[in-house]
């Protein structure tokens, strides 16, 4: 009898298949495996973890290194080193100032040939001068051109040459003359002031507003009819606004000379004076003017030329008309020297007018 209660221990071993029953359940929680599929879902933005690869791009984050790249600006500064060089190009205005030096020099060493001057009658005037129902006592052409190296000039027209000073022009007291100025140089305009004669500024006379386009002409009038205008030396120039300074600087400019009026100028006793005349007429010229190469350094040329050499016969008084184009020439170092092989200061000179006006006593003061 007590072996078969043994089998009930069997018993409890059915009741280990409920034990079974429990993974039944499992089932339940592969219904939660469905929702597992939304963790799939996650695994979807895992891809936007691959977005984050893409970010890896921002390995082109050393493109941010790119400004590095700048660094190589730093070394762009040796492309200041090129304004280093700049400096060089202050060096060559040094040596301009040794241009300076010639006008000097040579004259001590009185080896070089005299400068030649300027025709002292250069410009030619007309006398056959009917313009419409106009009749004028002197008339002629002058032309506004181009030098070599960009520099201007003035010449006869036609068939004279470009030369910066230009032509030396005359006129005589109580006569009528008409100039006519032609450009000839392109794409600039230009026009004429007779610096310092005693003429109206206003008309077809002197007005410096009018001006004239390349291969056009523009007349002027200079009447001295009244008589009453004293001799002495003047200079004509370009006078444009705004183009003033570039033309002048450059050469656009020669001198003016009223002729003496002998019985006007001198007393009656002196009228006949041989050799007040004499010395009156025994002229030189010398214009010069400052051509400047930048705002710091310049040449003066004197008649055209640097280092100017002008000859004299010794023991003979010379009358020198000397036009200086440059209104701080002092300044801007200018320096007329008289030289000789018997010895240093070996002229006497005298001042005997001064901006184209006699003075009271002549001779003055020796200078």
Known sequence: APPTPTPPTKAPPTPAPPTQALPTPIPPTQAPPTPTPPTKAPPTPVPPTQAPPTPIPPTQAPPTPIPPTKAPPTPSPPTQAPPTPIPPTNVPPTPVTPTQTPPTTPPPTATPLSTPQPDLNGFAWDTNCVFSTETYDFCGQLEFCRKSRGHFGYRQFPGGTCSSPGPIIRIDNGKRYVLTLINNVTNTVTNLHTHGLHISGDGNADDVTRYV?????????W???????MGGTYWYHAHHHGETYNQVNFGALGMLIVNDDFD???PAGLINSDRIKTFLSNEKTLFAHYVAQNTLFGTWYGNGETGTQIDVVDGEWTRFRVAVAHAQASRMGLQITAVSNVGANPCVMHVIAHDGVYLNQVPSDQV
């Open 223 to 229: 009447d001295l009819r009244k008589g009453n205008h």
């Open 213 to 221: 386009e390349f291969n056009h002409q523009l007349h002027y009038v």
């Open 264 to 266: 006007s100028l001198l």
